[in-house]
C-alpha cells in the first residue's frame, strides 16, 4: 500500500503559476502511474495529468495540455505539478493519486486510481 501526501496549493492570480507536489511512501509496483486528479464544487472529478515512474512517460488532458507540467523524482519519491498561466476554471481541489497500472488521463477518468491522497485547494482568483 501506498501512502500520499500532497502539498503546494493556494490562491494565486489568473495568469500565475503553482507548483503541487506529491510524496509518495515509495515508488515500487504499487506506485507504477502516479496522477492527479482535482474536483471543482458541483462538478465531477478530472483526470488532470500522470507520469509513469520507471520510465517517465506523461500524459495530459486537454484543458491543461501545454500550461501544466508533471516531473517525478525518484530518488525522492516525489512527483510535482508545475501549473503555469493559471485560469478561474482551474479552481479546484487536487488530488494525488497512485495506481499498480500504468496510467493515461483517459484510463484514470474511466476507472480512478487505486490509492489517494488528500486533497490541497488550489483557488485562481480574476
Known amino acids: 500500500e501506498v501512502q500520499l501526501q500532497a502539498s503546494g496549493g493556494g490562491l494565486v492570480q489568473a495568469g500565475g503559476s503553482l507548483r503541487l507536489s506529491c510524496v509518495a511512501s515509495s515508488f515500487d509496483r504499487d506506485a507504477y502511474g502516479i496522477g492527479w486528479f482535482r474536483q471543482a464544487p458541483g462538478k465531477e472529478r478530472e483526470g488532470v495529468s500522470c507520469?509513469?515512474?520507471?520510465?517517465?512517460?506523461?500524459h495530459y488532458s486537454d484543458s491543461v495540455k501545454g500550461r501544466f507540467t508533471i516531473s517525478s523524482d525518484n530518488a525522492k519519491n516525489t512527483v510535482h505539478l508545475q501549473m503555469n498561466n493559471l485560469k478561474v476554471e482551474d479552481t479546484a481541489v487536487y488530488y494525488c493519486?497512485?495506481?499498480?497500472?500504468?496510467?493515461?488521463?483517459?484510463?484514470?477518468?474511466?476507472?480512478?486510481?487505486?490509492?489517494w491522497g488528500k486533497g490541497t485547494q488550489v483557488t485562481v482568483s480574476s
Open positions: 493519486a497512485a495506481d499498480r497500472a500504468p496510467c493515461s488521463v483517459g484510463r484514470m477518468s474511466a476507472y480512478g486510481m487505486d490509492y
Open positions: 507520469i509513469n515512474s520507471p520510465d517517465g512517460a506523461t
